[in-house]
């Protein structure tokens, strides 16, 4: 069966660092692999998208990477802040299904300063 | 600029009680439409997705349906809820396909039944 799988333990870090988190995904051939935001008891904010053919991509303080041999998607965050605190969201197309997106559990992110 | 209305924001319902929730999108035209329910500390299930007027297509077998009347209006409702339908619903929009666009959320209402 299809999975996605995140650190569902939260991931607590010293502000200025860099917190990184891993999607894992099984049994997918995603076209496309998203990251999302989430405070709590907000709905998810896009962040990024990198697409099957791209190694890399990178937003302000953020980078991302997606290795399809790997089935893996890292998300960075560099010089964390407190404000980063947040859960973070991965998300997968399923390929030929229009643009319906499956997620994964999410990882919480605890910034301290 | 685009914007998403959900609510209410927050609905104690009792077991066996009907349910409409309402979603609408405002600033855009022809969007993909979801609905999602998030359980607490867990990812988003997608309940829902319409690609126009009167097309839904369920994605888990369940107690909700889905109505889309206007093209920026998507409602979820439900004849008589279960205590398993407490949750988080969320209703998000897109671009139309093939094009990878992300899903814009709206604010989530918070229901609770009893």
């Known amino acids: 069966s299809q999975k996605i799988e995140q650190n569902s333990e939260a991931l607590n870090i010293q502000e200025g660092k860099t917190a990184t988190l891993t999607c894992n995904y099984t049994n997918y051939s995603p076209a496309y692999l998203q990251w999302y935001r989430q405070d709590p008891g907000r709905g998810p904010v896009f962040l990024l998208l990198?697409?099957?053919?791209?190694k890399e991509k990178r937003k302000e303080r953020l980078k991302v990477t997606f290795d399809t041999t790997l089935k893996q998607s890292l998300f960075h965050i560099t010089a964390s802040q407190p404000a980063d605190s947040a859960t973070y969201l991965c998300?997968?197309?399923?390929?030929?299904?229009?643009?319906?997106?499956?997620f994964g559990g999410g990882t919480r992110v605890l910034v301290k300063p | 600029s685009q914007t998403i209305h959900q609510w209410p924001a927050t609905l104690v319902q009792p077991v066996g009680s009907p349910l409409s929730l309402e979603c609408t999108v405002e600033?855009?035209?022809?969007?993909?439409l979801y609905w999602y329910r998030q359980a607490a500390g867990r990812g988003l299930q997608l309940l829902f997705y319409?690609?126009?007027?009167?097309?839904i297509s369920s994605e888990v077998p369940q107690n909700l349906s889905a109505s889309r009347p206007q093209d920026r209006q998507f409602i979820l409702s439900s004849k008589k809820l279960l205590l398993s339908d407490s949750g988080f619903y969320l209703c998000?929009?897109?671009?139309?396909?093939?094009?990878?666009?992300?899903?814009?959320f709206g604010p989530g209402t918070r229901l609770t039944v009893l």
């Open positions: 990198i697409r099957e053919n791209e």
């Open positions: 319409s690609v126009g007027i009167g097309q």
């Open positions: 998000a929009w897109s671009g139309l396909a093939p094009s990878y666009n992300e899903q814009f």
């Open positions: 600033g855009t035209s022809n969007p993909n």
């Open positions: 998300a997968l197309d399923k390929k030929a299904a229009g643009n319906k997106l499956t």
